[in-house]
């Protein structure tokens, strides 16, 4: 097996996400190829996880997932990789409601992975040994190997935290201003916007931690677990990717591929629309680019092709691209108009959390009467037409309007939720797209 460590901290905000990307830097120049996960539904950590690591980084979401989809994602990913770094969310023992569900410490037990503790101890000395106490004795399944201990003021700051500890100290970070990550409405900056300097990172990591004793600790060995091959190409889809569409799982994308799509990446931005038999728009930030989308030739490309009944899927931004218009301070700018319903910009969180809903109408995507899971995070409201049919009613989540999300129009599909393709077969869309190909 592999070197794999669990990064994980008592709280958000506490530098894990520093202490993980300074270390994968930090393996990356030692030459090791590195394979990067995150614990839960998040897609901007993962982006700086694939910009430094040079692999995909994947997502490791119980809820969405399941534990099965979990280790199979885990064991396949790690093929060909010398180290496994896997970055968690939230605090350690976080999950929904008051239980463990989608939490760390799940994805810690369900592979058997050692887990890295950091701790912001600004502020604190020996009560920093309390709350690793209580971590370490919280859940005994939990594999808590060490602790990374953040924010130290000085040699004998460290000192008297090293003679409380009972664990052991794997690095004591200084106070850095210069390490901490740039932020947006909706968290970190992508990490194709070059925000932050790996080689800085890696050196920071490499001063203050022990990067050797870290790359013994292991977890469970993983059944040998081969990519599953894909099967012969049936259908073209198109993929929006840009600086506006960003937020895709990468097992989204492979679990296409698996099934016979030949994934045409484009931008709205930039390109016409590619010649393709069915759209994928995902998340990302189509409110910061709106008039460039709005003066853009696939705008009503777009549009051409929904009416023609193409299937067409998007995810949050993807709704909102799919919309007529999108609403914000820089002013109101025109969309693909594909979907009943506008766009407005909201300076308050309007959604976040898991979601869990049943499809309950006809859709290009998925069948009728199945369960979905996923997640919602927006800052916007959809305001759809009296009429609009929607395609998911939930249960746990809040959607589009009072509960419902998947607006239908045509064989066009847009929702806020956010979806794991683990979480159900992507036969349908594919069938959707052959026929279309067909007509």
Known sequence: MIPAVLIAGTHSGVGKTTVTLGLMAALRRRGLAVQPFKVGPDFIDPSHHTAICGRPSRNLD???????????????????????????????YDGMDTSDVGSTAQVAKALGIPVLLVINVHGM?????????????????????????????????????????????????????????????????????????PQALASFLEEHAAIDEILKLRSVPCPVQEEMKDTEKSVRIGIAQDEAFCFYYHENLRELERKGAELVFFSPLRDDLPAVDGLYIGGGYPELHAAELEAAPAR??????????????????????????????????????????????????????????????????????????????????????????????????KGIVDGQDGLVENNTLGGYLHVHFYSYATDRFIESCKSYNRS
């Open 125 to 197: 000395s020996r009560s920093a040994a309390a709350m690793e106490l209580g971590f370490a004795s919280f859940d005994s399944g939990v594999r808590l190997a060490g602790t990374i201990l953040n924010r130290v003021g000085s040699e004998r700051h460290l000192a008297v935290l090293k003679g409380s500890m009972g664990l052991p100290v794997f690095g004591a970070l200084p106070r850095d201003r210069e390490m901490e990550m740039k932020s947006r409405h909706l968290g970190l900056v992508m990490g194709f916007e070059k925000a932050h300097d």
């Open 300 to 397: 009503r490309q777009v549009k051409r092709a929904s009416l023609d009944g193409m299937p067409i899927y998007g995810e949050c931004g993807g709704l909102m691209y799919l919309g007529r218009s999108i609403e914000s301070d820089a002013g109101s700018h025109d969309m693909a108009d594909a979907l009943p319903g506008s766009t407005i910009m909201t300076k308050k969180l309007q959604a976040l959390g898991y979601v869990e809903g049943e499809v309950v109408g006809p859709n290009p995507a998925v069948d009728m009467g199945r369960t979905i899971r996923g997640h919602e995070f927006h800052y916007s409201r959809f305001h759809s037409d009296k009429d609009a049919r929607f395609a998911y009613r939930l249960g746990r989540g």
């Open 62 to 92: 119980p809820f969405m997932m399941g534990l099965d989809g979990v280790r199979r994602s885990f064991c396949s990913a790690i093929v060909g990789a010398d180290v496994a770094v896997v970055e968690g969310v939230m605090g350690l």
